[in-house]
């Protein structure tokens, strides 16, 4: 299927620093989901981006599609050791009609 | 995540052996999934269905079977010829096929011995 670049694979920050994974793709996205997994979890969805540019937050999470609909940005300000957790972003495989997962990105939130 | 339930949680497996991990949803969605997770890797989907009666290949399909007899059901079977079978598996649905919002089960983590 169509991949999606997912950027860093890993992530140690220290509790209050902000962080940032990005996701990538070669071809234009319809729309990009995000998903947080917590350790020994299950993805739960978070978010979904339609429009060019568009930029949505949950309090501390702000999440961003590109102008060209070929990236996407998930960044968490302050982080807390809540945020610990795989974040996945997900896009939508076209004729396939399924969703195609990003590799991840693992966050640690040092105390 | 509510409305999906897997069983069983941990399912261990002797080689050779085929085994059924049940998932089952009341959230009276269409389409259903089932996804492979790796030890610190993504979700790679195994098979997914629409509507009932009907499944379709996903991108790792080989050695592995599902039924689709009901709307809330969608077991899944990890046959002998699955080579490595060992991983955590995951069951979603969605309300239709277009690939909006999947809400997935806890999970099963297979171990074959």
């Known amino acids: 299927g169509q991949q999606v670049m997912q950027i860093p694979q890993y992530q140690h920050v220290q509790e209050g620093e902000d962080f940032t994974t990005y996701c990538n793709s070669s071809t234009t996205l319809s729309n990009i989901q995000w998903y947080k997994q917590r350790p020994g979890g299950h993805p739960v969805f978070l978010i979904q981006l339609v429009k060019s540019g568009e930029v949505k937050k949950q309090k501390r999470l702000t999440f961003q599609f590109g102008e060209a609909k070929k990236n996407s940005s998930l960044h968490i300000t302050a982080t807390q050791t809540t945020d610990v957790g795989t974040y996945f972003c997900?896009?939508?495989?076209?004729?396939?009609?399924?969703?195609?997962f990003g590799s991840g990105t693992q966050l640690t939130v040092l105390p | 995540d509510g409305g999906i339930t897997q069983s069983p949680k941990y399912l261990f497996r002797k080689e050779g052996q085929n085994v059924t991990l049940s998932c089952e949803q009341n959230l009276n969605h269409d389409a259903m999934y089932w996804y492979r997770q790796d030890p610190g890797q993504g979700l790679r989907l195994i098979y997914y269905?629409?509507?009932?009666?009907?499944?379709q290949k996903g991108d790792i399909a080989e050695g592995y079977s599902v039924s689709r007899e009901k709307k809330e059901s969608f077991p899944l079977t990890v046959t002998s010829a699955q080579k490595n079978p060992t991983a955590f598996y995951l069951c979603a649905s969605s309300i239709d096929d277009l690939g909006e919002t999947q809400y997935f089960g806890p999970g099963t983590r297979l171990l074959v011995l």
């Open positions: 269905s629409q509507i009932v009666n009907d499944f």
């Open positions: 997900a896009r939508h495989g076209g004729s396939a009609r399924q969703l195609t």
